[in-house]
């Protein structure tokens, strides 16, 4: 292994592990994908640095450039990190009931964190972020609900990993926030007729996409509150909610069971496979689920 000449160069080719504990349980072939493997510790360094990338080669950032974006955590790490090592001042803005080890995070990457109430959703820290660029000169919104690097990356970068380390696999999980992740894995497996059965996630209390109303909850990264514009629903075969408790009480048996630190996103990814199991004969299936970040983010609430 060559040293990496920059950070940049870390993001990406997260490794797979079998779940040996829900394999188990499923009895299916359970697999996770591990993107807390990434330099700042989540899925999202990827679509951090292909938004910053693609706004470069555009021209749309220059050396004085503010970036603003509204995130509930790990894009706006994600952001401060790649901005830091690229020079550019950053300001979060995120909903007030985030884990505070993310603010601190954000803190010492140098980013500004405006927070926005959490009753109101991720619209509330949308529509700040739009008023700061009526007041500040010379902004970017890397605006990633609705930025195309988002599901781009994905397809470019995590589904081509999936296709080279799983070779065969059935079925892939993945929570649902921005829909990037989802819908970029999504397009390259339907692309190429591959029979692979592509579900999400997102919160009982905020079960939007399965015809519910948007609430509070505590499944961090997923649940936008609002359909997003991202989201390609005729390439998604199923999706599951999962409730705060369910999701959480997971994480914690993930650690313990497979001893794989994942997040709260995670354990509801991982509960999706056990109620998917109820449901369906999966016996005997390669089943892959997307781990987004790390538990070490959510201390505050286990």
């Not at 990338?53 to 970036?67: Q, R």
């Not at 080890?101 to 964190?113: C, M, P, S």
């Not at 819908?183 to 591959?194: E, M, Q």
């Not at 996103?265 to 496979?273: L, P, R, T």
Request: hydrophobic letters at 45%; aromatic letters at 6%.
């Amino acid at each position: 292994m060559k040293p990496a000449n920059n950070i940049f160069e870390l993001v990406g080719k997260t490794p797979i592990v079998k779940l040996r504990w829900l394999s188990q349980k499923t009895k299916t072939d359970v697999f996770a994908k591990l993107e807390f493997f990434n330099p700042f510790f989540s899925i999202k360094d990827r679509v951090a640095w292909a938004m910053i990338e693609e706004a470069e080669k555009k021209g749309l950032i220059k050396k004085n450039t503010t970036i603003i974006e509204a995130t509930s955590g790990n894009t706006g790490v994600a952001l401060a990190g790649i901005c830091r090592a690229k020079g550019y001042k950053v300001i979060i803005v995120m909903p007030d009931n985030v884990p505070r080890e993310r603010i601190r995070l954000l803190n010492i990457l140098g980013a500004q964190v405006i927070l926005t109430p959490a009753e109101k959703g991720m619209e509330a820290a949308l529509k700040k972020v739009h008023s700061l660029t009526q007041k500040i000169s010379d902004t970017f919104v890397p605006d990633q609900f609705k930025n195309l690097a988002n599901p781009r990356i994905h397809e470019y970068t995590t589904a081509r990993e999936i296709q080279q380390t799983m070779r065969k696999v059935d079925v892939i999980i993945c929570g649902i926030g921005t829909a990037g992740t989802i819908t970029g894995i999504a397009r390259f497996f339907k692309k190429r007729k591959k029979k692979v059965r592509i579900v999400g996630v997102e919160p009982q209390e905020s079960a939007v996409l399965s015809g519910g109303c948007a609430g509070k909850h505590k499944i961090f990264g997923i649940g936008a509150g609002f359909i997003p514009p991202l989201l390609e629903r005729e390439l998604i075969d199923e999706i599951v909610a999962v409730s705060d408790k369910e999701a959480i009480e997971m994480s914690r048996k993930i650690a313990y069971q497979e001893a794989i630190l994942c997040g709260i996103s995670s354990g509801a990814v991982a509960c999706a496979v056990l109620k998917i199991a109820r449901k369906k004969k999966i016996k005997g299936k390669r089943i892959l689920l997307i781990f987004a970040d790390s538990l070490e983010r959510y201390l505050s609430f286990l």
